[in-house]
């Protein structure tokens, strides 16, 4: 499984290599792709008229758009768009037209003011919760959405790591 793997790539590298392992930038980026969250996104303001597809459709300047974050990330895999498949960013190519696509903290002058914050600390403790031990699900969450995303309800077991004898 996805967890398994990663511990065992994690484990055979000393600790200053684990923050840069693939298997954990996979794992990471395929996270905020699936469950981003800032899921509803954010709003912008249209800055030129431009069609939707073909047309007729038009936004005019000045619009002001949402850009839902949940279903846009989805709409940039083509392949089992709702499954957690880190594997896909471990592809070179994918991984850079994924990275268009798939901005958790979004881009520009108004990205998150916390993305490097957020970035460090999940780059930080990721490897060493997941290194030491197995989590596993109790109880699935609900989906609760507002400004972010939270598993609300969401249990989870931690179980210390063993080496096989």
């Known amino acids: 499984d996805e967890q398994a793997q990663l511990r065992a790539e994690l484990r055979a590298l000393p600790l200053d290599k684990r923050l840069t392992a693939p298997g954990l930038v996979a794992v990471i980026k395929e996270s905020m792709r699936l469950s981003p969250v800032a899921a ?31 279903l846009l990330f989805r709409n940039a895999v083509a392949d089992a768009p709702d499954e957690f498949k880190p594997s896909r960013w471990l592809d070179v190519s994918m991984h850079k037209e994924l990275d268009r696509y798939v901005t958790p903290f979004s881009v520009g002058r108004r990205n998150c003011v916390g993305q490097q914050l957020a970035l ?20 699935s969450p609900t989906p609760k959405l507002f400004l972010t995303n939270k ?14 004898q």
Do not use: C
């Open 120 to 139: 460090a600390e999940l780059y930080t403790l990721i490897p060493l919760l997941v290194a030491d031990f197995e989590w596993q699900v109790v109880q």
């Open 40 to 70: 509803g996104g954010s709003l912008r303001e249209v800055k030129r008229d431009f069609l939707i597809g073909n047309g007729p459709e038009v936004v005019t300047t000045g619009s002001i758009v949402v850009m839902p974050n949940a």
């Open 151 to 164: 598993p609300d309800g969401l249990l989870l077991r931690a179980v210390k790591h063993r080496d096989p």
